[in-house]
């Protein structure tokens, strides 16, 4: 009587059905949920299940990263400046027009800009270099964050505002701008 060796397929198949399925439930899969975010997505705060009072915070009140490091803050990049039209022809730096005026000393451009979609931008000027403005912007609260050196027919769009150099008096540390939409 020959004994055939015959492998325990039956055991393999139920242990590979029992480990796909313990990997399916953890990676979300057994059921239909909600897709999560994706990895280059920041994740969304939620107390449902993820942060606890049982040692899961931090002393601020926010939750642990359990180890992780924690983002650092990057300066931004400078708001880009759109060239003039090559057919422009820029009138004398130092003309004073503009229905805004930023002048140095750290104080808003006046008049204010108007509020877009429930938020305000403020332009302060950081400074002159020849004729080219020297231009910071804030929209809301937030962090004030560089303009690329503009001079007169230049533009840039910030968030909801479009704004043309009109003027750029460096005798007087002035620069004047429209708003253009």
């Known amino acids: 009587m020959s004994h055939r060796f015959r492998p325990p397929r039956p055991a393999r198949a139920r242990l590979a059905g029992a480990l796909l399925t313990l990997t399916l439930l953890a990676a979300g899969c057994g059921g239909e949920q909600e897709a999560g975010p994706s990895p280059n997505e920041a994740p969304e705060a939620s107390d449902a299940g993820g942060a606890s009072d049982q040692g899961g915070g931090t002393d601020e009140g926010g939750a642990s990263d359990d180890g992780g490091s924690t983002a650092a803050t990057v300066p931004a990049d400078p708001y880009p400046v759109t060239p003039a039209p090559e057919e422009f ?20 451009a006046q008049p204010e800009l108007p509020e877009r ?3 305000t931008l403020t332009i302060e000027l950081a400074g002159i270099e020849d004729d080219h403005a020297q231009l910071t912007a804030t929209i809301g609260s937030g962090e004030a964050r560089p303009i690329e050196d503009a001079t007169i027919g230049e533009s840039v769009t910030i968030d909801l505002w479009t704004i043309s150099i009109t003027s750029v008096c460096s005798d007087s540390d002035q620069v004047g701008f429209d708003l253009v939409d």
């Not at 022809?89 to 808003?108: K, Y």
């Open 89 to 108: 022809e820029a009138p004398a730096p130092c003309t004073g027009e503009g229905a805004h005026l930023a002048e140095s000393g750290g104080d808003p």
């Open 117 to 119: 979609a429930g938020e």
